[in-house]
C-alpha cells in the first residue's frame, strides 16, 4: 500500500478557488490510480474525481464536472485537486484514494489506500 497525505484545505467564499495536494509516499506512485472523495457531514462519501496512472484519462461527477480538475505529477508522486467556482454545497472533507485497480474505478470500496482527509468550507 501507499501513504496518502492531503493539504490545502480551507475556508472560501462562493465563487472562489482552491487546490488541494496528495502527497504519496513509496516508489510505486505510477502504478496507482488516484481519486478524490469527498464527504460532507451526515452523508456518506461519494466519487469526486479519479485519474489514471498515467494521467492520459480522468473522470469526475457530474456535480463537479467543470468546476473541478484532477491532475498528477508522477515525479512528485502527488496528485492534485482544482477547485473552482466553489459552492457552499462543495463544503466536505476531502479525501485522497490511490487503487492498483486498472482504468479509472469510481467506487470507494476499489481504493485501498486513503490520506486523513482535508476539510473544504464554502461560505460567505
Known amino acids: 500500500q501507499v501513504q496518502l497525505v492531503e493539504s490545502g484545505g480551507g475556508l472560501v467564499q462562493p465563487g472562489g478557488s482552491l487546490s488541494l495536494s496528495c502527497a504519496a509516499s513509496?516508489?510505486?506512485?505510477?502504478?496507482?490510480?488516484m481519486a478524490w472523495f469527498r464527504q460532507a457531514p451526515g452523508k456518506e462519501r461519494e466519487f469526486v474525481a479519479v485519474?489514471?496512472?498515467?494521467?492520459?484519462?480522468?473522470y469526475y461527477s457530474m456535480s463537479v464536472k467543470g468546476r473541478f480538475t484532477i491532475s498528477r505529477d508522477n515525479a512528485k508522486n502527488t496528485a492534485y485537486l482544482q477547485m473552482n467556482k466553489l459552492e457552499p454545497e462543495d463544503t466536505a472533507v476531502y479525501y485522497c484514494?490511490?487503487?492498483?485497480?486498472?482504468?479509472?474505478?469510481?467506487?470507494?470500496?476499489?481504493?485501498?489506500?486513503w490520506g486523513q482527509g482535508t476539510q473544504v468550507t464554502v461560505s460567505s
Open positions: 485519474i489514471s496512472r498515467s494521467g492520459a484519462t480522468t
Open positions: 513509496g516508489r510505486t506512485f505510477s502504478s496507482y490510480a
Open positions: 484514494a490511490a487503487t492498483s485497480v486498472r482504468g479509472v474505478p469510481t467506487k470507494a470500496a476499489d481504493f485501498g489506500s
